[in-house]
């Protein structure tokens, strides 16, 4: 027996136990090909990073381990997409993004091929890997490729939502998720479509609109500062890219403060996103982006890196508060 397929190899069961939603991907594929979606699956050497061992264990005829060349991953994706199939291929989101960015825009998007692209371990989630797998810089180059959906999950349950979804969206998409580590926000049987956010509510002095792994944390944030008297919401942006224009209004409108949060640089991401539609649309809101300020994050624990960016609750939470006060 193929041990690396095994599911009680001490590698999966380690993994798993560390990291809950790791199995996600793989599950929800797994119910797709069993409900008669033609989906098929491929990694770069990551199976075990992405829980994709667990689909390659139910469909090994479906799955393709391309090896570390991810860039041929992407282009097989295109091609194999031409046969009626829909790929959905994996790697660590800043291998994905940033090498693979031609792929992605010639092979993928200008053919209109319907590939599922999943980049995870997406910001500074592998921590002390260091700059190099660090992708901070995935919103702004995909977002800016023509016809190409953008998607951050903030949850598990809501990436599954996303995946179910996908099979009835025409255009390729690029999902962006953590590491299977993020806490559960959302409950498993949730509505979700592509480019309408979850607004968890819209507040007088200050919304925050967030996406991915933020999403949380800022909804503690705003859960502790509406208790000490302020009136604060929360926009859950999942997809970036088509934005909710509808939503970001709602929130320049009715907010006195929109404050954008991101695992990813300031400049180009969500918060460039939000910005251009409030250029272009009016709203009489103060617009104050927040993540990494324009510069190669540190190395160090994921959790620690979240502190130091103040990304975790008490960050977001300290960020806002200045603005009130």
Known sequence: ?????NPESWQYRELNKRAPSLATLANTLIELAEAGHPVVAGT???QHSNGLIGFARRFPERFTQFGISEQNMVSAAAGMATTGVMPYVAT???FLALLCCEQIRMDVAYCAQPVRLIGHHTGISLGFYGTSHHATEDIAIMRSIADLTVVSPADGPQFAAALRASVNHPQPIYFRIARGHDPVLYADDAPFEFGKAVVHGIGADLTIIACGMPVHP???AMEALNKKGHSVGLIDMHT????????VMAAARKSRIVLTVEEHNVLGGLGGAVAEVMAEEGGGARLVRHGIKDEFSLIAPPTHLYRHYQLDAAGIESVAQSLLA
Request: positive net charge.
């Open 240 to 247: 970036i890219k088509p934005l909710d224009r509808e939503a």
């Open 92 to 94: 660590f989101a800043s």
């Open 1 to 5: 027996m193929n041990r690396a397929l």
């Open 44 to 46: 770069a050497d990551l």
């Open 218 to 220: 800022a909804k503690a």
